[in-house]
């Protein structure tokens, strides 16, 4: 679930390592001026061959990836660490908006998809946003329900590296054993399943008050219109159609954590507020018990000197 902004971003920034492989060096400079100010320690490379060396050598947090590369194709990096067991992240940063070859990048498990030519501030931008994402995305919780494990692995494969918690259930009992033991932030619901189809769960999820703000997106292949109204009146979120774009579901899912995290900083600001306002409340009425005991003693002493109090003599 979600947590104050001050706990979900404790990583150490020295820790979080990241290679920018790109063959400008104007382009590689800047952005990796920019992320060492941010106190991110950065290695560079030009080439493939050089950050193959690199990455022979240090863990890799995240890898900023140009596609078009001197000696190859930056793809050919993502095979290699996929075979190294690694965990390393990766952003595409590159000029080929190639949708085909987006879509099958997300399945391949990047984690992102930075187009170049647009303003050096606003691509900045866009990749400190993605860091940040990377540290708060472990505290949001990801249920897929689906009764074919083949999807389920699918989708995992395409949110794993965002760093959500995933969970998985093939079936309407384990969705809801499961929602009733832990905190989910949102599902990933297949329509077409066997014993209890996704109608029917998204119902039942729906009648537990505490569950009505839970967001629902549905996975169908059917595009029925009445089916699409029906889950819409059900309380589903969204509505996607396989075979869907991987990066458009990551990119809802987003935008719905996003929303979530800041209410719940609204909800810490409120609480930080009226804990400030109770140790002002304390402080002020100390400090008037204080100056009240001052003047008490002060008036006693002027009485016993001059035998009447202040007072008498202010009036």
């Given at each position: 679930m979600f947590q104050c902004?001050?706990?979900?971003?404790?990583?150490?920034?020295?820790?979080?390592?990241?290679?920018?492989?790109?063959?400008s060096r104007v382009i590689n400079n800047t952005v990796a001026k920019r992320l060492q100010e941010e106190g991110y320690e950065c290695f560079q490379s030009y080439n493939l061959a050089g950050a193959k060396e690199i990455l022979n050598k240090h863990d890799m947090t995240l890898i900023i990836l140009d596609l078009h590369l001197p000696d190859g194709d930056g793809e050919e990096l993502i095979f290699e660490l996929q075979e190294s067991k690694k965990e390393t992240k990766i952003v595409i940063f590159t000029s080929d908006n190639d949708l085909s070859r987006r879509d099958e990048l997300?399945?391949?498990?990047?984690?992102?998809?930075?187009?170049?030519?647009?303003?050096?501030?606003?691509?900045?931008?866009?990749?400190?946003?993605?860091i940040y994402n990377i540290k708060i995305n472990p505290n949001y919780t990801i249920l897929i329900v689906d009764d074919s494990v083949v999807i389920r692995r699918m989708i995992k494969k395409i949110l794993s590296p965002s760093g959500y918690r995933l969970l998985e259930a093939k079936n309407g009992q384990e969705t809801f054993e499961i929602i009733q033991s832990q905190n989910i932030d949102l599902i990933l619901l297949d329509m077409?399943?066997?014993e209890m189809n996704g109608l029917e769960i998204l119902k039942t999820i729906k009648q537990d008050e505490k569950n009505f703000h839970l967001p629902i997106f549905i996975i169908s292949s059917n595009l029925d219109i009445e089916i699409m109204r029906n889950a819409y009146k059900q309380g589903a979120l969204d509505y996607f159609k396989k075979p869907f774009s991987p990066e458009e579901l990551k990119l809802k899912i987003e935008q719905v954590m996003q929303q979530n995290q800041n209410k719940q900083d609204l909800q810490c600001s409120i609480e930080?507020?009226?804990?400030?306002k109770q140790f002002l409340n304390k402080f002020y009425a100390n400090a008037i018990f204080y100056a009240n005991s001052r003047k008490k003693w002060s008036d006693s002493k002027f009485i016993k000197i001059f035998g009447e109090s202040?007072?008498?003599?202010?009036?």
């Amino acid at each position: 679930m979600f947590q104050c902004l001050e706990t979900t971003t404790n990583i150490v920034k020295n820790s979080f390592k990241i290679l920018i492989v790109e063959d400008s060096r104007v382009i590689n400079n800047t952005v990796a001026k920019r992320l060492q100010e941010e106190g991110y320690e950065c290695f560079q490379s030009y080439n493939l061959a050089g950050a193959k060396e690199i990455l022979n050598k240090h863990d890799m947090t995240l890898i900023i990836l140009d596609l078009h590369l001197p000696d190859g194709d930056g793809e050919e990096l993502i095979f290699e660490l996929q075979e190294s067991k690694k965990e390393t992240k990766i952003v595409i940063f590159t000029s080929d908006n190639d949708l085909s070859r987006r879509d099958e990048l997300f399945r391949l498990g990047i984690l992102d998809y930075v187009i170049k030519g647009k303003n050096a501030k606003i691509i900045l931008k866009d990749i400190l946003n993605i860091i940040y994402n990377i540290k708060i995305n472990p505290n949001y919780t990801i249920l897929i329900v689906d009764d074919s494990v083949v999807i389920r692995r699918m989708i995992k494969k395409i949110l794993s590296p965002s760093g959500y918690r995933l969970l998985e259930a093939k079936n309407g009992q384990e969705t809801f054993e499961i929602i009733q033991s832990q905190n989910i932030d949102l599902i990933l619901l297949d329509m077409e399943m066997p014993e209890m189809n996704g109608l029917e769960i998204l119902k039942t999820i729906k009648q537990d008050e505490k569950n009505f703000h839970l967001p629902i997106f549905i996975i169908s292949s059917n595009l029925d219109i009445e089916i699409m109204r029906n889950a819409y009146k059900q309380g589903a979120l969204d509505y996607f159609k396989k075979p869907f774009s991987p990066e458009e579901l990551k990119l809802k899912i987003e935008q719905v954590m996003q929303q979530n995290q800041n209410k719940q900083d609204l909800q810490c600001s409120i609480e930080a507020s009226n804990s400030c306002k109770q140790f002002l409340n304390k402080f002020y009425a100390n400090a008037i018990f204080y100056a009240n005991s001052r003047k008490k003693w002060s008036d006693s002493k002027f009485i016993k000197i001059f035998g009447e109090s202040s007072n008498n003599l202010i009036h």
